[in-house]
C-alpha cells in the first residue's frame, strides 16, 4: 500500500486501465496550461466522472472519500490557509490547534501540497479526504459566510486581478507568524522609505535587508525554518505558482498604505539553498517633482525646458538603474503637458499616473514591447512620445524615425556618461547622420547621498586629503567640507535622503562634427567640457563645496582626481 502512494493519480489510472497514456499525456498539457487539478481535467474531457474516480481511489487505496464536510467554516481556518489559496489548491481547513491544522483534500498522492500546508500554517498536518465536489461546497459556504475577509490593520492587500480595476480586496487577518512577518516587512519598508526589500537564503542562515537611499542596510534574520513559508506567503500575494521552485518568477501585489497606493514589484529566483525574493517598492502616492524640485542648476532647467518644447527631436535622459531617469522624465512631462500636446507614453511600469496624458504598460508576454508600442503610436497622432527604455535596434529606429517626422520623443538609455550615449546609438546600428538630426540633448545623472542636517559636521581638508583624492585643482588645505557623524535621525549612517548629480550634452555644431567622423565617447565628452559642459565630476565637486554630499559619495561615480 506504500507505494501506491508514492504513485501519481494519473499513473494509478492508467495502470489500472481507467484512461490511456495518450490521454493523461494530453490532460498533463491542459494543466500545465490552465493550473486545473488533474481530476478536473479529466472529468471536463470526459474521461471520468466523479463517482468513479473516487469509488475506484477508495477501492485502490483503501480511502474513504467523504461526499461532503459538515464542519462549519470559521474565520479562523483561514487566517491560516487563506481562502483564495483553498479554492486554487481545492483544500478544506476545518480545525486548527496550536500545534495542528486538519484539512480535507482530494488528491492523497500529493505530498508536496501537505508540506506546503505545513509551511504555511506552521502547524503539522492532519488529512482526511473528501470528494472535490464536496471541498468546492464547503469553500462556497465559507465565501458566503465572508470567512476570511477580516479588514487589516494598515497596509490593505488587493488581489492582482481586481488590483487593475482599482477595487480594495481585503485580506484575512492572520495570527500565523508568517503572515504578520510578511506585512510587517512590507509597512516597515514603506514607512522607512526603502527602494527594494531583500528576502536571502544561505547554508545556515536567512535575512532581510533594506535598500534605503541606494544603500543595503541589514534588517531582521529570518528563522530558517520558517523561511519557505515566507517565501510561500510572498508567491501568494503576487499570484504566483507556490508548487514552483526551481525557475524565476516575477509577480506584482498592490496594497493601499496610509491611503496610497503602492505597487510592488516581485521578482523570485531559485538559488542553491532555496529561494531568494526581492520586492521593489513604488509608491504611487508620492507627488510627482518639477524640474526645479529635482535639483538642476537653474541655467540646465533653462535648457531642458527651451529643448522640450521643440516640435520634434529626442530628448534622452541616461545613467544606471536607480538613478532617477524616470522621475526626470516624468518632470519634463509636468512642463510639456501644459501646452495642450497630444502626449502618450509605454512604460516599465508606469510608476505615476498622469491625467490628461495617455498612458501604455509593457506587457512582452502578449507580444507588447516598447518596439510594438512606439510603432502603434506613430499612428494615433501624437505630438509627444515617451518610451520608459530605448535598450535595442528596433527601439532605436522607430524613436529615431518618430523624431524625424515631426515628433518629441523622450526616453532613456543605459550608459555611462552623456557622451556615451552618442556612441551607443551608432552601436545598436543608428547611422550617425541620423543622430546629428534627430537627438535635441542628452541628460546625464547619477544619485549620490546628502547630508544628514541633524548630525552635519565640518571637516578641515588637510595635504594628505588633497593628495589621497586628488583635489589640488578644485580645493585647497583648510577649506571647510563637510560630514555626518550619524544619529538616530539617519540610522546612524551620516546620510539622509538623495541628491541628484548632472550633466547636459547639447548637440552644437561642434559635437556633430565629431559625431559625423565617428568620434569616440572620450573624444565627444572632451570637446563637450571644452565647450563649456558641467560634467558629472564638476557637478559633484560644486555639491561637496556647498555642503550637500561628501567626498566619499562623489567617488563612487567619478573619480575626482586631478
Known amino acids: 500500500m506504500p507505494n501506491v502512494f508514492k504513485k501519481t493519480l494519473g499513473e494509478i489510472l492508467v495502470e489500472n486501465g481507467i484512461i490511456e497514456p495518450k490521454a493523461l499525456s494530453d490532460a498533463m498539457v491542459s494543466q500545465l496550461k490552465t493550473g486545473k487539478k488533474l481530476g478536473k481535467i479529466l472529468r471536463e474531457k470526459g474521461l471520468i466522472d466523479e463517482t468513479t474516480l473516487y469509488s475506484f481511489l477508495q477501492t485502490q487505496l483503501g480511502i474513504h472519500f467523504n461526499e461532503s464536510i459538515d464542519n462549519e467554516p470559521k474565520t479562523e481556518f483561514f487566517s491560516h490557509l487563506p481562502l483564495r489559496y483553498c479554492k486554487n489548491k481545492v483544500i478544506a481547513p476545518v480545525e486548527v490547534t496550536p500545534k495542528t491544522i486538519k484539512v480535507y483534500v482530494s488528491e492523497p498522492t500529493n505530498t508536496g501540497m501537505l508540506n506546503e500546508i505545513s509551511f504555511m500554517s506552521g502547524r503539522v498536518v492532519e488529512v482526511e479526504y473528501a470528494t472535490e465536489g464536496a471541498i468546492i461546497d464547503y469553500l462556497e459556504r465559507a465565501s458566503a459566510a465572508g470567512s476570511g475577509k477580516v479588514p487589516m490593520k494598515g497596509a490593505q492587500y488587493m488581489e492582482p486581478e481586481r488590483a487593475h480595476e482599482e477595487k480594495k480586496e481585503e485580506l484575512s487577518e492572520d495570527d500565523s507568524p508568517v503572515v504578520r512577518f510578511v506585512e510587517e516587512t512590507i509597512r516597515s519598508a514603506i514607512e522607512r522609505k526603502a527602494s527594494d526589500v531583500h528576502f536571502e537564503v544561505y547554508e545556515k542562515s536567512a535575512l532581510l535587508r533594506y535598500r534605503v537611499d541606494g544603500v543595503l542596510l541589514k534588517g531582521d534574520d529570518i528563522e530558517l525554518r520558517m523561511y519557505p513559508a515566507v517565501i510561500s506567503r510572498i508567491k501568494i500575494m503576487a499570484d504566483l505558482d507556490i508548487s514552483e521552485k526551481r525557475l524565476p518568477q516575477d509577480g506584482r501585489i498592490m496594497i493601499r498604505h496610509d491611503d496610497r497606493q503602492i505597487d510592488i514589484r516581485v521578482s523570485i529566483i531559485p538559488t542553491v539553498y532555496g529561494e531568494c525574493a526581492v520586492l521593489r ?255 558629472l565630476r564638476h557637478s559633484g565637486i560644486t555639491l561637496i563645496k556647498n555642503g550637500i554630499t561628501t567626498l566619499e559619495e562623489i567617488e563612487k561615480i567619478v573619480s575626482l582626481g586631478d
Open 281 to 535: 517598492i513604488l509608491d504611487k502616492g508620492k507627488s510627482m517633482r518639477s524640474l526645479e524640485d529635482i535639483g538642476f542648476p537653474k541655467e540646465m532647467v533653462i535648457e531642458i525646458k527651451k529643448e522640450s518644447r521643440k516640435p520634434f527631436g529626442m530628448v534622452l535622459v541616461t545613467g544606471p538603474t536607480g538613478s532617477g531617469k524616470t522621475t526626470t522624465l516624468y518632470a519634463v512631462l509636468q512642463y510639456v503637458i501644459q501646452f495642450e500636446n497630444k502626449i502618450l507614453t509605454i512604460e516599465d511600469p508606469v510608476e505615476y499616473q498622469i491625467g490628461g496624458i495617455s498612458q501604455v504598460q509593457v506587457h512582452s508576454e502578449i507580444g507588447l514591447t516598447f518596439a510594438a508600442g512606439l510603432r502603434a503610436f506613430l499612428r494615433h497622432d501624437p505630438d509627444i512620445i515617451m518610451v520608459g527604455e530605448i535598450r535595442d535596434k528596433e527601439t532605436a529606429d522607430i524613436a529615431v524615425r518618430a523624431a524625424l517626422t515631426g515628433h518629441l520623443v523622450l526616453s532613456t538609455v543605459h550608459t555611462n556618461d552623456a557622451a556615451s550615449s552618442l556612441t551607443r546609438f551608432i552601436d545598436m546600428g543608428i547611422p550617425p547622420y541620423l543622430l546629428t538630426s534627430t537627438v535635441n540633448l542628452i541628460i546625464a545623472q547619477r544619485l549620490v547621498r546628502t547630508i544628514c542636517p541633524h548630525c552635519k559636521t565640518e571637516k578641515i581638508l588637510t595635504p594628505e586629503d588633497i593628495k589621497v583624492y586628488g583635489l589640488g585643482v578644485f580645493f585647497k588645505p583648510k577649506q571647510k567640507v563637510y560630514y555626518g557623524k550619524g544619529c538616530k535621525s539617519c540610522n546612524k549612517t551620516g546620510y539622509l535622503g538623495r541628491q541628484p548629480v548632472f550633466e547636459i550634452l547639447k548637440l552644437n555644431d561642434t559635437i556633430k562634427a565629431a559625431v559625423l567622423r565617428n568620434a569616440s565617447s572620450f573624444e565627444i565628452r572632451e570637446i563637450a567640457s571644452q565647450e563649456g559642459m558641467m560634467t
